[in-house]
């Protein structure tokens, strides 16, 4: 004898996960003796695909939705998930240093919509701020574009970033393209401060919003054990700007005669994973007295472009020195590329531009990005320089 097939539960036994439908077309019952299933068409659920299976116990449990693959094409399935993936609005505030890259972000997406903020001084010269509209952004996604280019900077705008997220908003993520104190990770004597960690730590303590702790978005962090110095109440999400250098180099008409050279094994070890596909070369430096001379540990630079890559330069002694070695032992050209072109005292002066195909003489390229925005300004424009924006990059980011 067949088994009676049991009621659709009472209006005692809702489950929340279902208050959503809209409507159900019962289509099959499936009885056995531990359990009945009432399978069902769901019309509507959130703007989900309309095939779905309702589970529910004989016994007081809750009740399973569950979706049926079957009933899907692959390509209607994959139409529907790109049809509801969400894209975030996000209210981006910047220093008045990072405007120029703000717009390049904004351009990136009509979902990006930018604001300002009043940077103001009292007469005593400590800041004086005020944040427009600021019952605006109530339960909206806030972004806030920073750039600690110096520590005088850095004061005004972490009382910003303090503060945005005590004003009930959705979510906060802080974008910072370059950790400026990262070369400084390390305790070599008693006494000495690693004002990495310092600056993590403050950066830990930035208060949660509605949505939770704060995202951290930086680029190339010059260690990678810096990750660990964030405490728990941030989310660091490490990006790079090696994609950015790789779209570049497809783009020359000697594409296929690349080699990529590394100054030490810090930057091999950073970066060799991206690069693996290109031939490598890896510097290093020979402590003979008190000099420290590049030599060529690895790898062979005979007639090919070779592109030397690090995460920063600053004075950019290591980088000249690669350049010789390089081109003494055969290399056709030497081009550079770096994240972060810091250039303290316009150090970027030191590099001379090749066009000729005398990689002695200087550089056919030197990629920088727009992390450090004062260089920018200096290098637009002039040989061998070109900047390789990060705006793409941030927009994506801040969608994740």
Known sequence: MAAASPPFPSSSFRNPTVSNLTSLKPSSILVSSRRSRFRCQ???????????????????????LIQNPSSMSMPAAAG???????????????????????????????????????????????????IPNAHGIRGQHVAFLASFSSPGKIFEQLSVIYALPKLFISSFTLVLPFFPTGTSERMEDEGDVATAFTLARILSNIPTSRGGP????????????????????????????????????????DSDNISIAFPDDG???????????????????????????????????VGRHVVIVDDLVQSGGTLIECQKVLAVNGAAKVSAYVTHGIFP????????????????????????????????????????????????????????
């Open 267 to 301: 930057a091999w070890k950073r970066f060799h994973k991206q690069l693996q596909h290109f031939p490598t070369i890896i510097c290093n430096k020979v402590r003979i007295g008190d000099q420290r001379i590049v030599r060529i540990k690895e790898g062979e630079p």
């Open 214 to 253: 704060t995202s951290l978005v930086t680029f190339d962090i010059h260690a990678l054990q810096e990750r660990f110095y964030f405490g728990d109440n941030i989310l660091p999400c490490f990006e790079s700007g090696i994609p950015l250098l790789k779209n570049r180099l497809q783009q020359l008409p």
């Open 80 to 130: 529907s998930d790109s049809a509801t993936k969400i894209v975030k609005k996000i209210c981006l505030f910047y220093s008045p240093e990072t405007k120029a890259l703000a717009d390049r972000v904004a351009s990136e997406s009509d979902s990006i919509e930018l604001r300002s903020i009043n940077w103001r001084t009292f007469e005593d010269g400590f800041p004086n701020l005020f």
């Open 42 to 64: 769901i019309s509507s659920f959130d703007n989900q695909p309309p095939h779905w299976s309702l589970d529910f116990l004989s016994r007081p449990e809750p009740i399973h």
């Open 345 to 400: 005292n316009r150090s970027w002066q030191r590099f001379e531009h090749d066009n000729g195909g005398h990689p002695a003489n200087g550089l056919t390229y030197f990629w920088i990005t727009d992390s450090c925005l004062l260089t920018v300004k200096d290098v637009m424009k002039k040989a061998p320089f070109e900047v390789l924006s990060l705006a793409s990059s941030i927009a994506a980011a801040l969608q994740i």
